[in-house]
């Protein structure tokens, strides 16, 4: 452990800066210049991978087979650690855009970056603030775009699975889309929260089926449960 700590210091972690700033300044350029669709996801999405390959992180994927390219969905994911981040950017394997917290919009040049990609700011502050981020979240999902959102809110504490907030599912009732449970685990091993460096280990994303609207749209509260417990079901009892 102690090699792969001095790896982790001296080689990792100066590449993956290297590689930040660069993913960075790639995506702000490629969206000035109007290619926002694409400069705005694959950047990160290439960046997210170094994350995980220069870690010795395996990230593994199920039930990919239950989306469609091209297709809109809200993804909606349990949120171990920092690196569900990179786990899902890396190999979710469709495109989206996130919901994050506004303070992230403080990290030196990436906040920059994700604003131009055409990430969704969640700004609670004020009636007006949430009305503008639902706005900016409506124009991304009527041009056709996914989003993915941990309904938690933040990183769990303790590894278990916790109470659900309702904005990302006040969307899909908005649009009447289909919701995408996705599940994270492992992610809480490789980084737990008292942690500083990540350790090697296995991340298993998997993807839910789509839980559609019906013909009257979604019930908020169903809707919110049942992918919850599609969420947990994919979990070890540990994490639940």
Partial sequence: MIFYRIYQIFIMLPLLLILTVLASLATVAGCSLGGGRWWGYYPAHYWAKCW?????????????????????YVFVANHQSAYDIFSVYGYLGHQFRWMMKKSLEKIPLVGFACRKAGHIYVDRHSPAAVRQTMQTAEKQLAGGMSVVVFPEGSRTKDGHTHSFRRGAYMLAMEFSLPVVPVTIDGAYDVLPPDALLMRPGRIVLTIHKPIQAGEGGHDLNQLMEQSRQAIISALPEKNR
């Fill in 52 to 72: 995980c390959w220069l870690a010795f992180i395996r990230v593994s994927v199920r039930g990919r087979e239950n989306i469609i390219e091209g297709n809109s």
